[in-house]
């Protein structure tokens, strides 16, 4: 164990030539990463005005389903409304392509490797990621080939052993002060604690945060994969609603239905 | 004036409030000439489309452009610049010329709803009411949620006395925001005009009953502004029952009319309530008699 009277002196132009070099170069790599992912970023897709139409016509069964146990609206209107929807969805009038001409004809699910829509996706999401993993391979390859070994810094409170792996990575040295902290491991504090600098910097949703990226690798892929792969068959899902709109039906109560009584309880008549 | 006051003026600026353009622009000029905007960011921005919208409001064409420009070299490309663009155009080109223009930015993109939109309203300024109904129908069939364009067309409706139809373009403004008394009270004051009495009689107590004070005795509340208005359709909906029994069964909804006594209640409520109102705004004792009582109050509510 260190004594405390038996101490290491550190020149002081370890910190002028690596302590600050290497947070420096980790914030303006965080920094160049964000306005390069900018710059990667596609704009939205355009969507075509049939597929929005599909797209919102569950949003509007949604809204009338979601009112009808207060119905702001008379019976006779929801009435019409509700049918109206319903038949629309039974004839499949809001479909993108038309109705169905069979119904033997089942639309077969894209291959997503094959469809370019899908593909677009995965690559912006591969894209990301290699903007991540290329800066950051080269700035641990840049600190392991130069200063390997390095003792860095001295944190100024004690701190038990289970910490040694965490702050003297790259150093063999059982005996050791806890305090002391390696080049490498000064790399791994910064790599995940520069977060709140940047966000500082570069505002709340900022892309230079690499450590989020490293926690879910592939996620945007594997986020967007469900959606690409498999179509929504929005024929399915319409027949669905309108057992739903049916219930709603059910529920159905106009809020003025007996608005007389109410109003004139509230003024004590 | 500084600017975080002008800024929250503006940001409560609606493009369709026409009276409060001047303010608009006496706040927004200021705002643009020093070129603050740019260093405000999203807001600063949203401040000077407004101030464009509301230069155009008033023939200040100079103005606009100043904006337009600035908008355009911020934003290239962005449907929301090009659709101010086409509203610029509006002021001073041909409607055929914007109505090409507004058809060449769908088609590039042919989900840009507010194009459309202002294609319905250049239709609708032409007097081609048929296309501007045919088309906002169209662009509401798509974006259902666009509670501005239901009621631009339950006014193209109105406007036409198409009011059974306009109800049914207000319903579904009432579906989307069934927390706006002001949709309820224009259904009712439209179900008034469609003829369907005790439609609008339901509809304007539903108002009444929505923006009274709960808080306090509600009967020593003074009504005033929107409350106002609905208690006097209240009382020139049963004012109709008393003199034209016929009133209660022509329903087109099959809207059940009040029993009797349910009614002469309704009325003294009103009644009292009218009187009440204006009492306490004029500091004299209302008219005694019925229709002196309905007109004096008409007036306060102009």
Known sequence: MSNSNVSLYLDPQIRDWVLFPITLVMILVGVLRH?????????????????????????????????????????????????????????????????????????????????PAAMDGMM??????MVMMVPQMIIMGWINFFFQGFVLIKLPFPLTLGFKSMLQRGIATPDMDVRWVSSLSWYFLNFFGLNGLYRLILGGDNSADSSRDMNTPFAAAAMASPQAGQPQDYNKLFKAERDNLEFAEGLYSWVAKDVEARVLKKYGR | MDLTSSLQRLSAHRPQQRQRAQ??????????????????????WETVEKTALAALDLGQLDVADRCLRVLADKFPASPRVECLTGIRMEATESPDMCLKYYDDLLETDSSNASAWRRKAIVYRNMGKLDKAVEELSAMLDTFYADVEGWLELADIYSSCQHYTHSLQALSHALLLAPQNPFYFLQFAETAYLAGDIPLAMKMYLTVVDMTDDDDTDVLDTIPTGITLRAWYGVMLCTQRFITDPRAASSSASNTPAPSTATL????DLSKERLRTAYLNLKNESPPTTDSELMSVVATIIQ
């Open chain 1, 35 to 115: 306005y390069v992912v900018l710059l990667l970023q596609n704009p939205p897709k355009k969507v075509p005005r049939a597929a929005i139409r599909e797209q919102r016509a569950l949003v509007r069964s949604q809204i009338l389903r979601a009112t009808s146990a207060e119905s702001p609206i008379p019976p006779t209107y929801y009435k019409s409304i509700s049918q109206h929807l319903s038949q629309a969805f039974l004839d499949g009038t809001y479909l993108k392509d038309g109705p169905p001409k069979d119904e033997s004809e089942k639309p077969k699910a894209p291959n997503p490797l094959t469809d």
């Open chain 2, 264 to 267: 002469s209640k309704l009325d």
């Open chain 1, 124 to 129: 912006a999401g591969m894209k990301t990621q």
């Open chain 2, 23 to 44: 303010e608009t622009l006496d706040r927004g000029l200021p705002l643009l000439n020093s070129g603050k905007y740019a260093r405000t960011g999203d807001e600063g």
